[in-house]
């Protein structure tokens, strides 16, 4: 990065330091900051759209539907969610291929699963082999992101299943007297009502999602984690900045990242469910009444 | 092989007793249910002992955080935070790394040497992490709880004459795990789940010994298909959160004994106090 | 005008279809060093992609190097995410089974065992090995305990602070390790395994593997494969 780094062998003290945090190793160590803040602002929406999705379908009316809502809510406490981690990037990766080779190579009458292998027409690849690596890497955190989307979906369903039923039921009949249609009902009255009582769930899951990001690790995206397991390793002069083991450098600085993240979160969201409760016929929004008053 | 033999072979694998090599070549799924099983001894280790241990510092650490003094609140204020405010992969990473620092002669303590080499072992130093982890996230529990006690119930206490020590044990603390229980429950689960990280931090298997996940994740590998082992693996943690939820249901039924039946708390999720 | 379109769409799928056949994806694990190793400015380096690039050139193919952890090469390779792998992955004759290996392109490797003292006995001790390499597949037969690791880096870092006796890898691997610890750690056994690295492909790739196969062979007989060794492996190389 700097001119006079070219050759490290003959720095010495601040300045050896100086070009070693600044490598090219050690810029994407620090991108992949970058992934998983990425990971956080894709997963965070995506998945509180399933939760949803899957909280109405748990309260449908119709029972084969409301019960593969309710299934999908209980898998998560079966399970632990690691296993849906390892489990799911690959199913999901054999699964499209799958579909694309029975759309685009329905002459093919090879097997695509043998004793040995998993094999699909060379058109039905995804992404295709031509593809240059940073598209391979982009589906690969796709299948990341929609992993942790399908697991965090199914947490957030628990969390508004259990907030819509929260919702004081004196409040859904006083809008049906007044004649709204149960859809009505659910779009003006249930909707905006359960924020409120889903706020807290919602606030420990999005902790609970960052603390769940190294796991990206597992799934073999190059993460902060990888970085730190493999700059911290010793290196010999193989490498232009030899040095001992310094991994639990690296992994103190992961934690005291992690530590920040997860305290900043903490106070905005309390500020959040402050600014929520006001006005709301909770416990926390009559004291707010009170202190008012 | 038939599956009697596999039973015999590989039931107790992954505590060092049997065949000493995993099988390589035309996995049967009697094998996988076998070993998967096996290693499930892994998990069920760490989960009883943690929580077990974890439910003591708990205690400790909730009356801590609620003391007046500040000597006491602030270091479990800090301890509750740090745990629970970072990813447990990340604590098992760097809990290895501190353990393997410490030195191999064992620590002099008062003309007592404390041997430490036994904490970069998984068997020890993964359940270390996992206790107090399990103790940072139920003293939450237990604090919160502790704070929702009744205002009235130590008013109570207090009119009858009950103070001191005798108020904790008989008043407090009784309330304090009853209301606490229906959350504490769903650590425990959620603890029990942990387990399956211990073999994908730091911590080395040893003989290819490991739980659960560690055989599964090799059965995927051997045989190229995960839509077997993997859903074996989450076959036995249902079995295991069924059996959990039982035994943890009639400990709250006994907590909840004196009440009327339309007080008493019910576990269900609590989704707030997952962790 | 929809005809014009759907024609287009047509060649332009086709032309993709041609295409997809002509990158070739070779995996490596990245942490191997001199075999394979990510440098200082964040890139793939090593004999391996030094070779690797030299071979595609030879056969005409183009090619792209991908980093992939070694536990999870072969599900990998065998769910078709890359074709080829070069990742220092010594030839057995148990891992033919499974799939097609070209001839080597590093002469039949020496592993060492490395320890703290030379007075280890490696039959009885705690030997820690990479998972699912051919060193710890010898630990767990040798009756010596393995304790395995994910990444190579693991393994000395174990035997350094005593978590194991001994440490069995690759000689190339272990050399500079050892040269650089001040005599901290010495070479305690050497054992043979293996019939040299090669590169592997799926075991319906022979047609894939015979091009490197060839261009690998060429390579030996105008001894420019020799040079790269001596390139990567300096003093210790050991050449065809």
Redesign the interface.
Known sequence: MFAHCADPSALGGLNWLLCYLTSGKHLLFYYSFGTVLVLLAVTAPVALGMGFLGAMAARAHNRALSLVGKAYMLMVRGIPDIIFFMFFVIALDQGLETVAHHLRCPDWTEPIRTALEFKVCPEAKIPPNSAPQYVHQIYGFALAVVTFAIVFGAFAANVLYGAMNAVPRAQLETAEAYGLSPRQVFRRILVPQMWVYALPGLSNLWLILIKATPLLFLLGVNDIVYWAQELGGSKTDSYAYPHGDWRLWYFLFLLAFYLAFTRVSEVVLGRLTARLSRGQATMAGEAMRKAGA | MTCMETLSAYAFRSIGLGE??LP??NITLCEQFTLIGSGLIWNIYYGALALFAGFFLANALALAKAAQNPWLRKPAEWFI??F????????F??AY??F??LP?GGVELGGITVHT?WL?KAWAGALVVLFLNTAAYSAEIFYGALRSVPKGDIEAADAYGITGFARFRRILWPTMLRLGWPAYTNEA?FL???T??VF?S?F?????QGDA?YY??YF??KT????IP??I??FY??CL??LLTWAFNSVNRRLNRHLPSNQRARIR?R????? | MKKLMIATALVALSAMTASAQDTVRIATEGLYPPYNLVNDAGKLDGYEIDLGNEICKRAGLTCEFVQNDWDSMMPNLNSGNFDVIMAGMSITEERKADRTFTQNYYPPAISYYVAKSADVDVKTAVVAAQTATIQASHVAESGAELLEFKTPDETVAAVRNDEADAVLADSEFLDPIVAQSNGELVIVDKVQLGEGVGAAFRKSDTELAAKFDKAIGEMKADGSINELIKKWFKEKAVTF
Not at chain 2, 271 to 275: A, E, F, H, K, V
């Open positions: 000493r090599m390589k070549a935070f740090t629970r405010g970072s990813p447990l992969f990340i604590q990473f760097l790394q501190v393997v620092l191999k080499d970069t689960i029990f789940h942990a399956t990280l994908f730091s080395p298997a040893f003989r290819q996940l599964a994740a995927a590998d190229y298909n995960p839509f993997y859903p693996v989450g943690f249902i959160t069924l999720l989704p707030q106090l997952i962790r």
